[in-house]
């Protein structure tokens, strides 16, 4: 399976900011996935969903560790898929992907890793502090 590039990772101070891309559209979907998501992963730890955003109702929701730091968006001009995070922290530190799937309804849209078919290849984000 073909994975899509995430960009805007790196190397950044503890309170600072990153944002990161990827595009909404990735290879083989041919559904037009409506469930978009943001996931992470610490070295040696599960796979961490963050944030998801449901393209019917634009309803978007998030794990309580980013609330408030971390924004979940759409660019429909682009057509790119969007995590803008600030107030960064050293726990932040992890390699982070997008993902998207179909669901049936919005309520359906979770920060499962299992609700995700397609997924990009990962971009490393470090926070020192």
């Known amino acids: 399976q073909e994975h899509v590039a995430e960009s805007g990772g790196g190397s950044v101070q503890a309170g600072g900011s990153l944002t990161l891309s990827c595009p909404a559209s990735?290879?083989?979907?041919?559904?037009?996935?409506?469930?978009l998501g943001w996931f992470r992963q610490p070295t040696g730890e599960e796979r961490q969903g963050l944030a998801i955003l449901f393209t019917g109702d634009d309803r978007t929701d998030y794990v309580d560790s980013v609330k408030g730091r971390f924004t979940i968006s759409r660019d429909k001009v682009n057509n790119t898929l969007n995590l803008h995070m600030t107030n960064l922290r050293s726990e932040d530190t992890a390699v982070y992907y997008c993902?998207?799937?179909?669901?049936?309804?919005?309520?359906?849209?979770?920060?499962?890793?299992?609700?995700?078919?397609?997924w990009g290849q990962g971009t490393q984000v470090t926070v020192s502090s």
């Open positions: 990735f290879p083989g979907d041919i559904y037009d996935s409506n469930c």
């Open positions: 993902a998207a799937g179909r669901v049936g309804r919005s309520a359906h849209c979770q920060r499962k890793p299992e609700r995700f078919l397609y």
